[in-house]
């Protein structure tokens, strides 16, 4: 990606540079409805609590209050819960989910009730008037407490806390191999929860039609057929009757990819009321109520033979579902690591065991990585372990075990197929561009000024795709004036990703058309294409492939008419700058003159996932007095396969990088272990990556493109993350000099404890 010209943008997505760098974003609460209520939430103030009463009657008096709605009202407008994607296997727990809580209260800020008003401030007063009267019940935060013998039950219905223990692989094979191993390591890692912090909080506008019987939503979303998909769960209807719009986003992340239990409850105050109703949430509210990330424990163990290869892997792998599960909370947990379990190393034998535990906090879910990072650091971990007690360079011994290029497509002990990829070339381009046989002289200077400077090198494959229906794009090819113009219709929504270029440099070419004739539509609120939304960096491999197939389509038409006019073999004809021509370039007609009456064509694709891949090395230099780090060198070689949009790409490295260079070092959504209550609720208590927190990142391409898909395409969104979270790590495991980790993230109170300890 180092050295790339930036290429022409289409005019859609020159405007929408333009319209967001200026300010003039539209996000939801940007939008203003006529006659529209105002909500606001009574949150529990316990993680844990029995209801013993609500009263409502002097909340409902205050002026300007138009209703109150409580948990027993949805039950009794028959809403339900928000469905739980189950493909793991048997045995998962699922408990119900109320939009309003009615008996208990299981998290701390978990709604009780929803207040409309005239004005949100009238709105917040009345929330204060409602008197509720709670029996606090004794929580369990975190996994420890919720597998502790004897712990309180999160839920009757889910014995131990446990709501699924899933185990999969070849646990026989394993043993086997652990026993004759000449060295056997082992390691554990916690990771902390993390929180979205999406440039806007939620926030949502509902309305309910009663001519149509249909309801509309206004949210910031990742795509509009998963939000359809949760409420016509939750309200027993058929998705066709929610019409869900979008605007800007400003990054999803994966929390974005549901609806909301907030969702729901306004859709049906709309209904109740005969009202738009606005919430805009706040940043306290988004960091105590929006899905949240990681909250995983991993333990592993890695055997080696003599000559220092990898004979067997066992995994043991915990994840704090919360309170709930969210939508594809268990399933992101147990997939997504299954998928890679084996890293990017041939080991003939590999096991995994799962357990999905309740807690009282909010729910987890897909979080950038969904199970992908989780996997990897472990996988990586254990590795550097390796190469340190045995005296090998971090290098030599991936080299040593990594799955040659040959061995491709390759199939995992436990199922899953990588489609391609290159560990040896990946690794032996990281090695180069980093300088990494330089670092002894970097190391010596950075020593002169009191400095600990550690490197550190992961190698990782991920799956990217997927989706449980078929992805379609419809592609309309019409005249406007003398020229063609192409409308493409997706319902995966963009937040971020460049779609509108992206999409365009794949259709263009392929009819004859500049970038500036093509218009992207996506998520519209009507649409009946079939397809899932942005999540599991999906969205070329999916998308893209049905724009390609529809675009080819059209192309194959447009020869086909052209040739009637030339008396020659539709074969025989190209399109190019608008026109039909001839192999000698001559122009048989323009486009559209072909065009009486528009081409209409949709591609549609069956889910696939593809294995991108990635080589990062990081150096972070670290101070033994004070303990702060700095990130000083970061090289990242990634493989996605063919690259369709080298500037989409580069952002999607960058923005995935931060990510995991802040969970690595300052992100933490901490909540007290005794009380339950969230200590980082807002940004003044959680860190956040800065960008002078970050060196030039030097990028590089080593593509190998997949058989897998039609264009070739590996999803790239989740790689800086993977390849930073796991990178970083390393060097700090080398910049304290082998010394144990502390407990992630890295703060500087931890690291100097480390450098400083005693004995």
């Known amino acids: 990606m180092t050295h790339i010209a930036r290429p022409d943008l289409t005019v859609q997505a020159e405007m929408d540079r333009i319209r967001k760098v200026t300010g003039q974003g539209c996000y939801t609460a940007d939008e203003k409805r006529t006659n529209a209520a105002r909500a606001a939430f009574l949150r529990s103030p316990y993680a844990h609590a029995a209801i013993r009463s609500i009263d409502i009657s002097r909340a409902a008096t205050m002026p300007g209050v138009i209703g109150i709605v409580l948990g027993q009202d949805c039950a009794n407008a028959g809403m339900g819960s928000f469905p739980v994607i189950d493909r793991i296997g048997q045995g998962l727990i699922i408990p119900p989910t109320p939009m309003l809580a009615i008996d208990n209260v299981r998290f701390v800020g978990e709604a009780v009730a929803m207040v409309l008003a005239e004005t949100q401030a009238q709105a917040l007063d009345a929330v204060e008037a409602i008197d509720v009267e709670y029996d606090e019940i004794p929580a369990v935060i975190g996994l420890d407490q919720a597998l502790a013998k004897g712990a309180t039950l999160v839920h009757a219905a889910t014995p131990g806390n446990v709501a699924l223990h899933h185990m999969a692989g070849d646990a ?30 939620r926030a949502a506008i509902g309305t309910w039609n009663a001519e149509t019987g249909c309801y509309e939503l206004r949210c910031p979303h990742q795509g509009v057929n998963e939000i359809r998909r949760d409420l016509a769960a939750a309200f027993g209807m058929p998705p066709d009757r929610f019409i869900v719009l979008n605007g800007d986003v400003g990054g999803g992340f994966g929390p974005r990819n549901i609806a909301y239990r907030e969702y729901a409850t306004i859709l049906l105050g709309a209904r109740l009321f005969n009202r738009p109703v606005a919430w805009h949430g706040t940043r306290s509210e988004s960091f105590l109520t929006d899905i949240q990330g990681r909250g995983v424990r991993v333990r592993g163990r890695l055997a080696l033979d003599a000559n220092g290869r990898f004979t067997a892997l066992e995994m043991q792998y915990d994840a704090d579902l919360g309170a709930y599960i969210s939508a594809v909370g268990a399933f992101a947990a147990v997939h997504n690591p299954l998928q890679s379990l084996i890293g990017c190393y041939t080991i003939p034998a590999a096991c995994a065991e799962f357990r999905l535990v309740h807690t009282n906090s909010v729910a987890t879910g897909p979080y950038r990585g969904a199970g992908r990072p989780e996997m990897a650091l472990l996988i990586e971990r254990l590795v550097d372990i390796a190469a340190l007690k045995l005296g090998l360079d971090p290098f030599e011994i991936r080299t040593r075990n990594v799955i040659p290029a040959a061995a491709f497509p390759y199939k995992l002990p436990n199922g899953p197929m990588y489609d391609s990829a290159d560990f040896a070339a990946l690794l032996n381009m990281a090695r180069t561009h980093a300088e990494w046989d330089a670092f002894p002289a970097r190391h010596a200077e950075a020593a002169t000024r009191g400095k600990h400077l550690g490197r550190g ?3 990782f494959i991920e799956t990217s795709g997927g989706g449980g229906a078929p992805d379609d794009a419809a592609l309309t090819l019409s005249k406007r004036g003398d020229d063609a113009v192409l409308l493409i219709e997706t319902v995966t929504g963009s937040t971020g990703q460049s779609h509108s270029r992206t999409f365009s440099n794949i259709a263009a070419p392929r009819l004859g058309l500049s970038e500036q004739a093509v218009t992207l539509l996506a998520s519209d609120p009507n649409t009946r294409l079939s397809g899932a939304g942005s999540y599991a960096s999906r969205s070329t491999i999916a998308a893209g492939n049905a724009v390609a197939q529809a675009a080819d389509a059209i192309a194959t038409e447009l020869r086909k008419r052209a040739a009637l006019r030339a008396n020659c073999a539709p074969e025989e004809l190209h399109l190019d700058g608008g026109h039909i021509k001839h192999a000698d370039g001559t122009s048989v007609c323009s486009i559209a ?34 303990g702060t780090s700095q990130l000083t060198r970061y090289t990242a070689v990634d493989d996605a396969g063919v690259t369709i949009d080298h500037q989409a790409a580069e952002a999607q490295i960058h923005g995935g990088i931060a990510q995991g260079i802040g969970e690595v070092f300052g992100e933490e959504a901490l909540t007290d272990p005794e009380s339950g209550q969230v200590i980082a609720a807002s940004l003044m208590d959680y860190t956040m990556p800065r960008a002078d927190d970050f060196p030039t990142f030097a990028l590089v391409e080593c593509n190998t493109p997949s058989p897998f898909n039609p264009l070739g395409v590996k999803g790239i969104g989740e790689a800086g993350t993977t390849g930073a979270l796991c990178a970083a790590t390393s060097a700090v495991f080398d910049a304290i000099g082998g010394r144990d980790l502390p407990p992630m993230p890295f703060t500087p109170h931890r690291l100097w404890k480390v450098l400083n300890a005693t004995g």
């Open 172 to 201: 026989a094979g394993v043993g086997a191999a652990m026993h004759s191993a000449a060295n056997v390591f082992s390691t554990e890692i916690e990771m902390p929860r993390l929180a979205p912090v999406t440039m806007e909080p």
């Open 457 to 459: 090198v992961a190698l």
């Open 593 to 626: 003159a072909l065009l009486p009456e528009p081409i209409a064509i949709t591609g549609r694709v069956a889910p696939s996932s593809a294995f991108a891949s990635g080589c990062h090395v990081v150096e972070i230099e670290v101070d033994a007095h004070t």
